[in-house]
């Protein structure tokens, strides 16, 4: 048993030396390590400032959304409203340059109507001057062998 109380004794002072000379990390090795904990403490600080910012603005313009939604609805509606209003006046205007076309076809044809009944109407006149001057002759003859009859 005296073996066993040295052995024991033994291990004792080995593991107080071990102790008092530390077995821990190097004093540097841990400043660095605390260093590198505030740096990371500070970025999630201001991480955590940005994230609040954030959903600060997302609120806000999920506030705001519906104000622009109906905005936009409503000038949706004016849109439609302008562009029924485009579409039946196009539609009007279709029809009123049908029916001018459609009008200026029956002028043109009476235009050529009236043409034809011109020319023939001239025509017909220069037959008329030409008997009315063959009538004068007959007349300036006429009145010539009177003349010589008295």
């Not at 997302?58 to 622009?68: E, R």
């Not at 905005?71 to 029924?84: E, N």
């Not at 076809?105 to 006149?125: F, G, H, Y």
């Amino acid at each position: 048993m005296k073996a066993f109380k040295q052995t024991v004794t033994l291990l004792m002072v080995n593991i107080a030396l071990m102790g008092l000379a530390g077995c821990g990390i190097d004093k540097e090795e841990y400043e660095k390590v605390v260093s590198q904990l505030e740096e990371a403490n500070a970025q999630l600080a201001k991480t955590k400032a940005e994230l609040e910012q954030a959903n600060s603005k997302i609120a806000h313009m999920k506030a705001l959304q519906p104000d622009d939604q109906q905005a936009l609805k409503t000038a949706l509606k004016k849109h439609k409203r302008a562009r029924r209003l485009l579409r039946a006046s196009l539609a009007d205007s279709q029809r009123e340059t049908t029916i001018l076309r459609q009008q200026l076809d029956e002028l043109t044809q009476s235009l050529m109507k009236v043409s034809r009944e011109l020319d023939v109407t001239k025509q017909a006149n220069e037959v008329l001057k030409r008997q009315i001057d063959e009538l004068a002759m007959e007349k300036g003859r006429s009145q010539e062998l009177t003349e010589e009859k008295r």
